[in-house]
């Protein structure tokens, strides 16, 4: 594919998009280059200048849609308190190598950073290459960054540039004249100083070839956010130069970990060197190698190729060489170029001309870019069972993606999509549970329920068939429903599991709801429950006829964890029935409640990530009971307006929290939907005032432009939506009609349909109310349709805008159809106690 505008003319300068290149004329489908809007340093940083703390965490480097290898530097910020460094980047962090595997936008514990180099000028001392603080690197000017490229300069001289392909990366080291040294530390990975679940070194091996030309070997990790099993990384790195001198070196390893052989409390000493291969051993040694040239080689800059694999070494090799044919990083970057606009970035297409609002083209075309780096596409690499299924690795976390995300992926990379839930459904047949977090093939953490089952659900009202599996994807969700995980005793969590399923159902199956007592996080897990019974619910009518009725009952029961009595505390005004902490007694426990705060809302707080206020209104699946029990639709909308109020938040979120001082918190997942349930009072105009406000307040085309953690591209996902002027409810056909930010849109979707969306008369400053609507040139009076009005053989939505903030929609309100359900909560105490007794049991066998 040939494009029309120059490549490479582009550079990311600080936080400053500079605009002087040469942009194309809008041209046919697929000449366009669009990845010149993108930005990949939106969320590089957080509301402190210069540092990541708050920021969104984000991967900046080289990588294509969903690649297993995300390529780019590892950096340390000194300052502890304010460290974030999950994706390895960070503004000005201190480089201490580059690195393969990277996770992006997530929070927790970092992941990765594994398989690495680090170019030295020297190795001498005051070097000691085992002590990272003797060689990492401060950076002078600025980064670049561009889709499929990366660039640094360190402060010893030398510049990095890198790209990356599916399962390889591409390295160039410019140095400064003198010596030229590339240091490969099979022990490296991004660590969590002071926290349990930082990630380990767990051993390896390392093998010098063609006179230290190419190095192949492996490296074994565990630990990070998923508290994850050992896993085993292959790799193969290439020179395009053979060294002058190509040692490898072995040394004990100090680090302190758990339950692990190592040389505790010593500093440390000195590399042993070899000439041909290490191994760690049991005492889990750190090896690696050292490539030296001579400064009286040819050329200043010394390039590689490294190759990644699950499976052998060979077939790490066979990736560098299959993925990364030339020399030529460019080749690599163009590469990665045409595959992010063929599949990504051309399936949406808004108009680019200059007199198009800029600003918001590249927040579309940065957005399409973040909510596509995560989960990875592993199959083939599969280390843990032999199948012809998809494998699917860094759900990081389903929590996150659940709520709008998949739903676009639907839309957009229907193939990726069904791809993902073949590898949910043969990770619950080979490990007995599907994953809410999964990376480093394990299953963790799981922060609320068992989403993946929503996910399942969104994909099969909307008829994704394929080669999915749906008997088996069925029994998957009834696994989650039914099956109490063995408790994994986390310190983050002692009541129940957090590795997968829904560790809470000893009390959610026969109390009826999550008792405060019993269970963490019992309000955010009931409503989190309630839905996911609502997805076996929707998948069951056609799967299990005979179970619905019981998981429509089921999707309800979070009506008893609702207490008609509670009530705000220093609001004006009150508000009375929210989500509250009951008993395993049946009472509710209100004293002292306060249903604005959530005691840090952390694993084992009364709510997750979010207040209570907040979960009272997160029942997608039954809005017209909430209404309710609300108080009708007056106290309802009452209740919405006071959320959006400014200084009405009166929990401290910390980093979470992204500064917002609103109970309304968009920079965080359970919320997404919350400005948008105006449409069900069929106040739409709201829906639109209410999101767009918080759109432009929160998403900017700057390196603090995303609020909070970008959480494998939820947070980019939400505004790409807002963005389109619709908003999917999960788990129900259904999309809610809001208010589109450019004139017109056409989106392939369902492989090779169209959608297009036009918004007549829109001036985004002014003009961005709706008036009426048509689709497929019908107008249409309610402010919602459904996924086969259009979303499979495409159409034509058609806004038509004015100032006004007019109530156009005249039809029903938007479906609530878990509303037919009929909770049970017997919460009796002779039950309770029965749990009492067996939580002790399980109890015993660990404390
Ligand atoms: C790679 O592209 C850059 C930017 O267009 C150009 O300056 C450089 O010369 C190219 N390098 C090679 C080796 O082609
Ligand atoms: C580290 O960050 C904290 C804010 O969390 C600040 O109070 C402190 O001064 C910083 N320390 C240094 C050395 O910059
Ligand atoms: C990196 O720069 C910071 C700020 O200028 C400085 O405090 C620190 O000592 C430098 N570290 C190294 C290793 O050069
Ligand atoms: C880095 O970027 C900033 C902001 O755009 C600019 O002021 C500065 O001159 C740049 N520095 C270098 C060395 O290019
Ligand atoms: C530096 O290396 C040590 C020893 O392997 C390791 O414990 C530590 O986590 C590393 N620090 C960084 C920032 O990578
Ligand atoms: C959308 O497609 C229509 C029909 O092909 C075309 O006229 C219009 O210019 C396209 N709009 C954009 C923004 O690409
Ligand atoms: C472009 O849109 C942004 C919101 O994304 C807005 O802040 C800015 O003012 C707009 N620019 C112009 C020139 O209208
Ligand atoms: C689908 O899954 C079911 C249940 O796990 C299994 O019995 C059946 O053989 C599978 N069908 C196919 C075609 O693999
Ligand atoms: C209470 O719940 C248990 C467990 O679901 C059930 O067996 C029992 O019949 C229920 N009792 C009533 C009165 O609903
Ligand atoms: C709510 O309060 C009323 C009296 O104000 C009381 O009768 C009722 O039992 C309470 N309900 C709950 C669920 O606490
Ligand atoms: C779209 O793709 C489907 C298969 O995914 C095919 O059956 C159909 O004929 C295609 N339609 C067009 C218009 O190309
Ligand atoms: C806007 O609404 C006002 C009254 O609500 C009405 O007078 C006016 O004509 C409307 N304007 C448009 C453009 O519809």
């Keep these: 594919m040939a494009y029309h505008s120059i490549l490479f003319a582009a550079s990311l300068v600080g936080s400053v998009l500079s605009h002087g290149f040469d942009r194309s004329p809008q041209a046919e489908t697929g000449s366009?280059?669009?990845?010149?809007?993108?930005?990949?340093?939106?969320?590089?940083?957080?509301?402190?200048?210069?540092?990541?703390?708050?920021?969104?965490?984000?991967?900046?480097?080289?990588?294509?849609p969903f690649g297993v290898v995300k390529v780019g530097i590892d950096t340390y910020e000194q300052n502890l308190s304010l460290s974030t460094i999950n994706g390895g980047y960070t503004p000005r962090g201190l480089v201490t190598g580059v690195s393969m595997m990277h996770e992006s936008g997530t929070g927790g514990a970092p992941k990765?950073?594994?398989?690495?180099?680090?170019?030295?000028?020297?190795?001498?001392?005051?070097?000691?290459?085992?002590?990272?603080?003797?060689?990492?690197?401060?950076?002078?000017?600025?980064?670049?960054?561009?889709?499929?490229?990366?660039?640094?300069?360190?402060?010893?001289?030398?510049?990095?540039?890198?790209?990356?392909?599916?399962?390889?990366?591409?390295?160039?080291?410019?140095?400064?004249?003198?010596?030229?040294?590339?240091?490969?530390?099979?022990?490296?990975?991004?660590?969590?100083?002071?926290?349990?679940?930082?990630?380990?070194?767990?051993?390896?091996?390392?093998?010098?070839?063609?006179?230290?030309?190419?190095?192949?070997?492996?490296?074994?990790?565990?630990?990070?956010?998923?508290?994850?099993?050992?896993?085993?990384?292959?790799?193969?790195?290439?020179?395009?130069?053979?060294?002058n001198q190509a040692r490898t070196w072995r040394a004990r390893n100090t680090d302190p970990y758990q339950r692990q052989h190592v040389f505790s409390n010593e500093p440390y000493g000195m590399p042993t060197y070899g000439n041909s291969s290490e191994q760690s051993g049991f005492l889990l040694d750190r090896v690696g190698a050292v490539f030296s040239w001579s400064n009286t080689s040819a050329s200043n800059s010394v390039t590689s190729k490294v190759g990644i694999s699950f499976i052998s070494a060979e077939k790490a090799c066979t990736f560098k060489d299959s993925e990364i044919r030339s020399w030529n990083i460019n080749d690599t970057v163009q590469a990665a170029v045409d595959e992010w606009n063929n599949d990504v970035f051309s399936k949406v297409q808004v108009p680019l001309g200059t007199s198009q609002n800029q600003t918001n083209v590249i927040l579309m075309y940065s957005s399409l870019y973040f909510m596509h780096l995560m989960p990875s596409d592993r199959t083939g690499e599969n280390p843990l069972w032999q199948s012809e299924e998809p494998y699917w690795d860094d759900f990081y976390t389903a929590w996150d993606i659940f709520r709008n995300t998949v739903s676009l992926y639907h839309l957009l990379q229907p193939t990726y999509y069904e791809g993902m839930i073949r590898a949910l459904i043969d990770i619950w047949r080979y490990e007995g549970y599907m994953p809410d977090g999964r990376s480093g093939n394990y299953n963790g953490l799981t922060q609320g329920g068992?989403?993946?089952?929503?996910?399942?659900?969104?994909?099969?009202?909307?008829?994704?068939?394929?080669?999915?599996?749906?008997?088996?994807?069925?029994?998957?969700?009834?696994?989650?429903?039914?099956?109490?995980?063995?408790?994994?005793?986390?310190?983050?969590?002692?009541?129940?599991?957090?590795?997968?399923?829904?560790?809470?159902?000893?009390?959610?199956?026969?109390?009826?709801?999550?008792?405060?007592?019993?269970?963490?996080?019992?309000?955010?897990?009931?409503?989190?429950?309630?839905?996911?019974?609502?997805?076996?619910?929707?998948?069951?009518?056609?799967?299990?006829?005979?179970?619905?009725?019981?998981?429509?009952?089921?999707?309800?029961?979070?009506?008893?964890?609702?207490?008609?009595?509670?009530?705000?505390?220093?609001?004006?005004?009150?508000?009375?029935?929210?989500?509250?902490?009951?008993?395993?007694?049946?009472?509710?426990?209100?004293?002292?409640?306060?249903?604005?705060?959530c005691g840090g809302c952390e694993w084992d707080s009364i709510s997750y990530e979010a207040t209570p206020f907040e979960y009272s209104f997160v029942v997608p699946h039954d809005l017209e009971t909430l209404i309710d029990f609300m108080g009708g639709a007056a106290a309802f909308e009452g209740r919405l307006d006071y959320v959006f109020m400014p200084n009405t938040s009166q929990q401290n979120l910390g980093a979470n929290g992204a500064g917002i001082n609103t109970i309304i918190n968009i920079g965080n997942e359970p919320d997404f939907a919350t400005p948008y349930l105006y449409n069900y009072l069929n106040k739409q105009h709201k829906s639109v005032e209410r999101s767009r406000a918080l759109a432009n307040q929160y998403y900017h085309n700057s390196n603090n432009g995303v609020p909070g953690n970008s959480d494998a591209g939820a947070i980019n996902s939400w505004l790409i939506w807002q963005?389109?002027?619709?908003?999917?409810?999960?788990?129900?056909?259904?999309?809610?009609?809001?208010?589109?930010?450019?004139?017109?849109?056409?989106?392939?979707?369902?492989?090779?349909?169209?959608?297009?969306?036009?918004?007549?008369?829109?001036?985004n400053n002014d003009s961005h109310y709706v008036q009426s609507v048509k689709i497929n040139g019908q107008v249409w009076n309610k402010n919602w349709f459904e996924h086969a009005d259009i979303m499979v053989n495409g159409g034509t939505i058609e806004f038509f805008m004015g100032s006004n903030q007019t109530i156009w929609e005249t039809g029903n309100v938007p479906p609530s159809p878990g509303h037919g359900g009929k909770p049970n909560a017997n919460g009796t105490y002779a039950m309770a106690e029965t749990i009492g007794v067996k939580k002790l049991r399980r109890r015993d066998l660990g404390f």
């Design 450 to 597: 068992s989403n993946a089952d929503n996910i399942l659900a969104d994909a099969y009202v909307k008829s994704l068939k394929g080669s999915i599996n749906w008997t088996a994807g069925y029994q998957a969700m009834v696994k989650d429903a039914e099956v109490v995980p063995y408790n994994t005793f986390s310190i983050l969590d002692l009541t129940g599991s957090v590795k997968e399923g829904r560790g809470a159902l000893y009390d959610w199956i026969p109390l009826g709801y999550l008792s405060a007592d019993g269970s963490a996080r019992s309000l955010s897990r009931s409503v989190e429950y309630a839905l996911n019974d609502f997805a076996l619910y929707q998948v069951a009518q056609g799967e299990a006829p005979d179970d619905a009725q019981k998981y429509l009952n089921r999707s309800a029961q979070w009506q008893n964890n609702w207490s008609h009595n509670a009530t705000s505390v220093n609001t004006t005004p009150s508000f009375t029935g929210f989500l509250a902490p009951r008993l395993q007694n049946g009472m509710f426990n209100l004293s002292d409640y306060n249903p604005a705060l």
């Design 32 to 64: 366009v280059d669009y990845s010149q809007f993108v930005n990949p340093l939106i969320g590089s940083e957080g509301p402190i200048p210069g540092q990541a703390f708050g920021g969104g965490d984000i991967f900046v480097g080289g990588a294509v």
């Design 723 to 763: 963005m389109l002027g619709i908003y999917p409810i999960v788990t129900q056909p259904v999309y809610l009609l809001e208010s589109p930010w450019f004139s017109d849109i056409n989106m392939t979707i369902n492989n090779n349909a169209t959608l297009r969306i036009v918004a007549h008369d829109l001036d």
């Design 112 to 243: 990765y950073g594994i398989v690495s180099q680090m170019p030295l000028i020297t190795i001498e001392a005051p070097v000691n290459i085992l002590d990272n603080t003797t060689y990492w690197q401060n950076r002078t000017g600025n980064d670049t960054a561009r889709v499929g490229y990366f660039s640094t300069r360190l402060e010893n001289g030398v510049t990095i540039s890198l790209s990356g392909a599916r399962h390889s990366g591409i390295m160039q080291y410019q140095y400064p004249s003198g010596e030229k040294h590339v240091l490969v530390d099979v022990s490296h990975y991004l660590p969590a100083y002071g926290s349990y679940n930082s990630q380990s070194f767990l051993g390896g091996e390392i093998e010098l070839q063609d006179d230290g030309r190419q190095y192949t070997g492996y490296g074994q990790y565990g630990g990070g956010f998923g508290e994850g099993a050992p896993m085993r990384v292959y790799f193969c790195g290439e020179f395009e130069e053979v060294p």
